[in-house]
């Protein structure tokens, strides 16, 4: 292992060990509303670099989620600067990354009028990483049609998606074919990255993945089936085609006639069995739950920097996820009883 490689991997472990605790969840729910989540983690967490000037009285949601995200795109950026090998593939990973989760965000406000006027959209990407996209952001903030969207993403590899939508004024814009479209060239390019990395780390990281998209691929088709009654062809349309589930299971799963078949046809794979060892509440939380669960081993157990790199990115985002849960609980005073099981620590 090269120094810098080495340095990577201490460095990622080192900011994982101030990852927020039990401790910290527990206060953190109990605060009565978001300036004081806000003041928690300004006062006791490692987040006091999030916030800058920003002042805790009247802080507005969509910013406070904002500062966190930025903050933590800096953190990810940081990290994989330290890597030689494939620390720069993966700083454009989180760029692509970044990117496509704020189209959707853009695309999701787009369809709702109303919020489109009463929200300015800021696209949260941090200002050193902005040479890394070729967005136009300056037309995209400004942008109140989808025809305006267009002209934003003129020129780059986001067009060819877009392009072959034409909607007109008024009508719906197909988010979740949209973002499943999206989401297959992210995640092509990681696979991509981890092709790159030595065998021993290739195959640690395929696994991750593999449990990932295994279990993304599970829960669309049970959702499919359970919420849309769909059909076999149109459930295929939205699977990634990606993991480890043979075309058989796949098979077996599209043309099961109840979700309890399909399940029981998960629980036969690779990573089927990991269902019995997670707690969840509802079948939608496994994909992140099994993330979760696979970052945090190679957090303790894999001494590979790439292993470790992707792991810690992704365990930052299951805590981002745990404190927009927070925020969202504070503001309209849910009560902790029903958000504590939401949060995964």
């Given at each position: 292992m090269?120094?810098t490689?080495?340095?990577?991997?201490?460095?990622?472990?080192?900011?994982?060990g101030?990852?927020?605790r039990?401790?910290?969840?527990?206060?953190?729910?109990?605060c009565?509303?978001?300036?004081?989540v806000?003041?928690?983690?300004?006062?006791?967490t490692h987040?006091i670099?999030a916030?800058?000037?920003?002042?805790?009285?009247?802080?507005?949601?969509?910013l406070?989620?904002?500062?966190?995200?930025?903050?933590?795109?800096?953190?990810?950026?940081?990290?994989v600067r330290?890597?030689?090998?494939?620390?720069?593939?993966?700083?454009?990973?989180?760029?692509h990354?970044?990117?496509?989760n704020?189209l959707?965000?853009?695309?999701?406000?787009?369809?709702?009028?109303e919020?489109r006027?009463?929200?300015?959209?800021?696209?949260?990407f941090p200002?050193?990483?902005?040479?890394?996209?070729?967005?136009?952001?300056t037309?995209?903030?400004?942008a109140?049609?989808?025809?305006e969207?267009?002209?934003?993403i003129?020129?780059?590899?986001?067009?060819?998606?877009?392009?072959?939508y034409?909607?007109k004024s008024?009508?719906s814009?197909?988010?979740?074919?949209?973002?499943?479209?999206l989401?297959?060239g992210?995640?092509r390019?990681l696979?991509?990255?981890?092709?790159?990395?030595?065998s021993?780390?290739?195959?640690?990281?395929?696994?991750?993945?593999?449990a990932?998209?295994?279990?993304?691929n599970?829960v669309?088709?049970?959702?499919f089936?359970?919420?849309?009654?769909?059909d076999y062809?149109?459930?295929?349309?939205?699977?990634?085609?990606f993991?480890?589930?043979?075309?058989?299971?796949?098979g077996?799963?599209?043309?099961?006639?109840t979700?309890d078949e399909?399940?029981?046809i998960?629980?036969?794979?690779?990573?089927?069995?990991?269902?019995s060892?997670?707690?969840y509440?509802?079948?939608?939380?496994?994909?992140?739950?099994?993330?979760?669960?696979?970052?945090w081993?190679?957090?303790?157990?894999?001494?590979?920097?790439a292993?470790?790199?992707?792991?810690?990115?992704?365990?930052?985002?299951?805590e981002?996820?745990n404190?927009?849960?927070?925020?969202?609980?504070a503001?309209?005073?849910?009560d902790?009883?029903?958000?504590?099981?939401l949060?995964?620590?």
């Open positions: 090269s120094d490689s080495y340095a990577a991997l201490t460095r990622a472990k080192a900011k994982f101030k990852r927020l039990e401790k910290d969840y527990k206060s953190l729910l109990d009565a509303n978001v300036a004081e806000m003041t928690y983690l300004k006062s006791n987040y670099e916030f800058g000037e920003a002042n805790e009285r009247g802080i507005r949601r969509g406070f989620e904002n500062l966190l995200k930025q903050y933590m795109n800096n953190q990810f950026d940081s990290l330290f890597e030689l090998s494939v620390g720069e593939q993966f700083s454009n990973y989180i760029a990354k970044t990117e496509v704020e959707i965000r853009f695309l999701t406000l787009l369809n709702s009028t919020d006027r009463e929200q300015p959209f800021h696209f949260v200002a050193h990483m902005a040479k890394k996209t070729s967005i136009n952001l037309t995209l903030a400004d109140k049609s989808y025809e969207f267009l002209a934003a003129e020129g780059t590899r986001y067009e060819k998606v877009f392009s072959k034409q909607i008024g009508e814009i197909p988010i979740t074919e949209i973002e499943n479209e989401y297959i992210l995640y390019d696979y991509e990255i981890v092709d790159k990395t030595g021993t780390e290739s195959a640690e990281l395929e696994d991750l993945l593999d990932v998209m295994d279990y993304e599970f669309r088709i049970i959702r089936k359970k919420y849309y009654k769909a062809k149109t459930i295929a349309k939205f699977l990634l085609p993991g480890s589930l043979s075309d058989k299971a796949l077996e799963m599209l043309t099961a006639e979700s399909v399940y029981k998960m629980l036969r794979t690779k990573h089927g069995k990991l269902i060892k997670t707690d509440n509802h079948t939608g939380e496994l994909p992140l739950r099994i993330k979760h669960k696979k970052a081993h190679n957090m303790y157990f894999s001494d590979n920097p292993t470790v790199m992707l792991s810690y990115i992704i365990l930052c985002e299951v981002l996820h404190l927009i849960i927070l925020i969202e609980a503001r309209y005073n849910v902790r009883t029903k958000i504590e099981p949060l995964i620590y």
